[in-house]
């Protein structure tokens, strides 16, 4: 039995709990368990007792709606229940930790109350079924404590710690994950599969269990029609099962999740990118995959023939023939306790077609056990063993014609999931020994119609093999394949929407206190603090008011929303009391393009009070576009007139009949401010190591070769200067920008041009125009250039379209080698700043006119700098990948974008974090 709960010490108006705690002698190393049991501790406040009671009658409301009436166990318990006017505490109730922490201890009110309650020994089960009491056992998961009570058929289960935390456990045999521990005393909440109580009215449930503390029933509940007995037989036996795990995912020897040869409909979690590199003898595999949305998967692959040539020995000497891909998978459905999860790919997407082919595929898990069977068209079933199912609509899919993919690069829609099918699928079963998962599948390809007239022998159509979890984010893979061939591969895999590394390195944050603050402010000493704590460099201070404002010049972060929290913490130890904004207005090479305020007393009870305002929502900080007030300059510093550094450049180029090149350069770069609006910089590089020389591949473009000459500009001369201009940076108005510019603009080509850009303050769009003359630079990428010269500008539209974070930009315009056309971009960004994304180019030129790969296309990802160092830094490191250089479609690199110099006036700019 638990000791009932009692009330300790009265409370002492305007004191900490943690002081509560030691005044009374509550710490985790004296107190006596049996009397007092900490994690069930309860801070009761007056003040919510009318939020708690209106709580219980909008949970009540919803119940009798839902299971019409109030005759259930659900209701009956709830209307026993009383409004507590608890207040859940965001962690441990361990006095010296509060101390520790001002912003995690609440301070007492009259009328609060302390309850503590002895150390309780049981677990309480709600279900369909009623009520269930378990004695608690240390280390055994909830699902244990369920199958004692016969709750079965529950798929998710709330699990109410009597700390107040609440977890929501999947349970279910086809949707089990990790499981958190119960505690004594804890709630387990679990409706039944079919149950009325939805998953929103449970969480509104939990959250009034959480109100209770440590779990136990009124004391007119002790027998009933709702109590059910607890089978202490089954709970012993459940108790010594497996725990329940996660399904483990992973990848094919194709790269996408799958089996070996064959796809499962399973998808990574979104923000999921995996490198994999396989060898089943002939092909040696090397794919990229991008998991965008949780309902999407794609990315490229290349595929070396190692037992056929890339072309003619004068061409490409004895470099094996390498050809390159494009996958995607889609998410019809998603799984659930009796239907499966379903999903259709295409393979070799806007390539040569090789190895193309379409599926659909169903993906069922039961327990350790994931099961999956699919049907193929083309290269994956390739066996022929069935007739095709869609020759009901048109005789049409009945036979597959040879695509028509021209220069390679076109869908060749005409041949999707048309000819005949094979049957695919297979099993993986995760072994108790969590590292290790094997894998069994059924093969839809007999290997007799290989790409390049290579047949391969097939002994068996049975595939197996293993998958070693060396750790969380590597995968090796071993197997047998066809009866008779070696599968060996490795992945990498991260998580990047959560990849981020511990800042150790950072400047340590300041304390947050109250009380008397400085009269007078050194703010020669304050900004270099601020700089210190911020690397924001701040060359004007004004004042107005109560207010003071900070122009950051040229200032960047990681994220701003914690680089805002350094500079508060900085302004609010050096300022005076009567000081009660921050703001700072960020200027970019001399235009104003937003600004962050801080309400300093927001920022301070954030910061020092718990339980008066959310304290995961940075409520005090505002982006506004600022105003045009007069203000008093109390500090300013010079411009700094001369920067420079030296950087290691990098650059690659993958694919094609020379295979991977590289090239490493030292860069010393230089800028020389005039003005604050304008500035001259440039690049001065030395070659320092390459394999550019291998370069032999020009391709068959009919176009002016304004790309394609990448091997002479890289290779001509051991010192050049990629680029060497003089800019210029405006603003018309607010949300009004231009740029100019003239010079050496990029490696390839000179000239001059200019850009507008209009973006209204937090909007979800922007429009920016850019017109420019340019002529093609000489091969040593000095002063000297070439005959040929073109227009070339766009005007482009970035829309956020509030679907899936995801943001569009569409580009119309002439392009380098004088084509006109449009180029698409959709991505998706994530609350940590990772982007994934993918566009293409269409123009005027004719597939044969652009040569192989018909049109520009290309997937991306940008991952902020931060994520990697243990730094904040910022900025971002950017992954292209683009099937071949090529002439058409190319756009100017013109090192400067009014775009990104106002990307502080991003509508979510305050809400990424890492």
């Known amino acids: 039995m638990q000791t009932p709960p009692v009330a300790a010490s009265e409370v002492q108006a305007g004191e900490r709990l943690s002081a509560y705690l030691l005044r009374n002698g509550l710490l985790p190393s004296v107190v006596n368990s049996e009397t007092h049991y900490l994690p069930g501790l309860q801070l009761r406040q007056a003040s919510a007792l009318a939020q708690h009671n209106l709580q219980r009658t909008q949970l009540l409301t919803r119940l009798f709606v839902q299971l019409g009436g109030h005759n259930n166990s659900y209701s009956e318990l709830v209307q026993q229940l009383p409004a507590t006017g608890r207040l859940v505490l965001p962690g441990t109730a361990d006095a010296e930790y509060l101390s520790l922490r001002p912003e995690l201890d609440p301070r007492l009110a009259p009328g609060d109350e302390v309850v503590l309650a002895g150390q309780p020994n049981n677990l309480l089960v709600l279900g369909d079924f009623g009520y269930c009491q378990v004695p608690y056992h240390a280390g055994v998961e909830a699902p244990a404590y369920l199958q004692a009570c016969n709750a079965s058929q529950v798929d998710a289960a709330w699990l109410v710690q009597p700390t107040g935390t609440v977890h929501r456990l999947s349970v279910g045999v086809w949707n089990a994950g990790p499981q958190v521990l119960p505690m004594p005393g804890a709630w387990l909440l679990a409706?039944?599969?079919?149950?009325?109580?939805?998953?929103?009215?449970?969480?509104?449930?939990?959250?009034?269990?959480a109100t209770q503390g440590a779990a136990q029933l009124p004391g007119n509940f002790s027998v009933g029609k709702w109590v059910v007995p607890a089978n202490r037989a089954v709970f012993q036996q459940a108790a010594s099962a497996t725990p329940l795990r996660s399904l483990p995912i992973s990848s094919s020897t194709w790269g996408w999740v799958g089996l070996m040869q064959t796809p499962t409909a399973r998808m990574r979690p979104a923000g999921s990118a995996s490198f994999t590199a396989s060898r089943v003898e002939p092909y040696s595999r090397y794919s990229i995959m991008l998991q965008p949305f949780d309902w999407l998967e794609g990315g490229f692959r290349y595929t070396k023939i190692t037992n056929r040539l890339f072309g003619s020995a004068e061409f490409s000497g004895d470099q094996k023939f390498l050809d390159k891909n494009i996958d995607a998978k889609l998410r019809l459905w998603k799984e659930s306790a009796y239907v499966p999860e379903i999903s259709v790919g295409l393979n070799d997407v806007g390539g040569t077609a090789l190895f193309a082919s379409e599926y659909l595929v169903a993906s069922k898990r039961f327990g350790n056990f994931d099961t999956s069977l699919g049907l193929a068209w083309g290269y994956l079933g390739a066996a022929g063993d069935y007739g095709n199912p869609l020759g009901f609509i048109s005789d049409k899919f009945d036979n597959r014609p040879a695509g028509n993919v021209g220069q390679g690069g076109e869908l060749a829609a005409e041949t999707y999931f048309r000819g005949r099918t094979s049957l695919f699928g297979g099993v993986q079963w995760h072994t108790p020994w969590d590292k290790l998962v094997l894998k069994l599948e059924y093969d839809g390809n007999n290997y007799q119609s290989e790409p390049l007239a290579n047949p391969q022998e097939q002994s068996s159509r049975i595939n197996y093999g293993m998958v070693?979890?060396?750790?969380?984010?590597?995968?090796?893979?071993?197997?047998?394949?066809?009866?008779?061939?070696?599968?060996?591969?490795?992945?990498?895999?991260?998580?990047f929407s959560t990849f981020n590394t511990p800042k150790v390195s950072d400047p340590k944050p300041l304390p947050v206190t109250t009380g008397p603050r400085p009269q007078q402010v050194d703010w020669k000493q304050t900004l270099q603090r601020?700089?210190?704590?911020?690397?924001?460099?701040?060359?004007?201070?004004?004042?107005?008011?109560?207010?003071?404002?900070?122009?950051?010049?040229?200032?960047?972060?990681?994220?701003?929303?914690?680089?805002?929290?350094?500079?508060?913490?900085v302004l609010h130890q050096?300022?005076?009391?009567?000081?009660?904004?921050?703001?700072?207005?960020?200027?970019?090479?001399?235009?104003?393009?937003?600004?962050?305020?801080?309400?300093?007393?927001?920022?301070?009870?954030?910061?020092?009070?718990?339980?008066?305002?959310?304290?995961?929502?940075?409520?005090?900080?505002?982006?506004i576009e600022g105003y045009n007030f007069p203000y008093r300059t109390v500090h300013e510093e010079p411009t700094e007139k001369f920067t420079n550094k030296f950087a290691l450049g990098f650059r690659q180029v993958l694919g094609g009949a020379d295979g991977f090149l590289y090239q490493f350069v030292l860069a010393n770069d230089t800028r020389i401010n005039f003005t604050d609006n304008t500035w001259l910089e440039g690049r001065l590089a030395y070659r320092l190591i390459d394999n550019f020389e291998k370069f032999n591949q020009r391709g068959d473009s009919r176009l002016p070769q304004v790309r394609t000459n990448l091997r002479e500009y890289a290779v001509t001369s051991d010192f050049t200067i990629p680029n060497f201009a003089l800019k210029h940076m405006g603003k018309f108005a607010d949300g009004h920008y231009y740029g100019l510019y003239g010079g050496l603009l990029e490696q390839m080509f000179a000239g001059a041009g200019g850009e507008y850009l209009y973006r209204p303050h937090n909007g979800w769009y922007a429009v920016g125009v850019d017109i420019n003359k340019v002529r093609q630079r000489a091969f040593e990428q000095d002063f000297d250039l070439q005959n040929y010269e073109v227009n070339t500008g766009h005007i482009t539209a970035y829309v956020d379209t509030g679907v899936e974070d995801i943001l569009a930009t569409i580009s119309v315009g002439q392009y380098l080698a004088g084509d006109k056309g449009i180029t698409v971009d959709f991505s998706r960004e994530f609350n940590n700043?990772?982007?994934?994304?993918?566009?293409?180019?269409?123009?005027?030129?004719?597939?044969?006119?652009?040569?192989?790969?018909s049109f520009d296309k290309g997937i991306y990802m940008t991952v902020p700098f931060s994520a990697f160092f243990t730094k904040s830094i910022p900025g971002d490191a950017n992954f292209l990948w683009r099937p071949l250089t090529r002439d058409g479609g190319a756009k100017l690199n013109r090192g400067f974008s009014l775009y990104g110099q106002t990307e502080v006036r991003n509508l979510k700019t305050l809400n990424y974090a890492p």
Do not use: C
Not at 191 to 209: E, K, M, W, Y
Not at 470 to 494: C, D, K, M, W, Y
Not at 544 to 549: Q, Y
């Open 574 to 623: 050096d300022l005076p009391e009567n000081v009660k904004w921050f703001t700072m207005n960020y200027e970019n090479n001399g235009a104003d393009v937003g600004q962050h305020v801080i309400d300093r007393d927001k920022f301070v009870v954030r910061r020092t009070e718990y339980g008066l305002l959310d304290n995961n929502e940075k409520a005090e900080q505002e982006a």
């Open 833 to 853: 700043g990772v982007r994934m994304g993918a566009f293409a180019t269409r123009t005027n030129v004719s597939a044969e006119d652009f040569g192989e790969g």
């Open 191 to 209: 409706p039944g599969r079919g149950s009325a109580v939805t998953a929103n009215t449970a969480d509104q449930f939990a959250a009034f269990l």
């Open 530 to 569: 601020l700089q210190q704590q911020t690397d924001w460099h701040v060359n004007k201070v004004e004042q107005r008011g109560s207010e003071v404002k900070l122009n950051v010049r040229n200032g960047d972060a990681a994220y701003y929303s914690e680089t805002l929290d350094r500079a508060a913490e």
């Open 468 to 495: 070693y979890r060396v750790s969380p984010s590597v995968n090796f893979h071993l197997g047998v394949e066809r009866g008779n061939t070696l599968s060996v591969g490795i992945s990498l895999f991260e998580n």
